[in-house]
């Protein structure tokens, strides 16, 4: 467990073969919720919707976009990747 403890020491979270989590991420999702909440999105993005994938439970979201960060619906990890692109009600910009 020598490679987890270097990871850690610089400040690798996520596993570099499967970009899973690698510790309890909680406390840093709840600090991404407040900063999406503090952050607003421009008129323009406020109906835009992308498909992620999450990295720790593997589901596949249609979710807001934010320019901050996209939470998963499945197990509220911030842990995710763009899939696909947008849908909105406008044509995507």
Request: net charge negative; hydrophobic share 30%; charged share 25%.
């Amino acid at each position: 467990m020598d490679c987890l403890k270097e990871m850690q020491q610089h400040l690798q979270f996520f596993c570099p073969m499967c970009s899973k989590s690698i510790c309890d991420m909680s406390k840093v999702w709840e600090k991404l919720d407040e900063e999406v909440a503090l952050t607003p999105m421009p008129e323009s993005y406020q109906n835009k919707r992308i498909w992620i994938l999450c990295n720790d439970c593997n589901a596949t979201s249609e979710v807001p976009f934010h320019i901050v960060a996209q939470k998963c619906l499945n197990c509220n990890s911030y842990n995710t990747r763009q899939t696909r692109g947008c849908h909105t009600t406008d044509t995507c910009r």
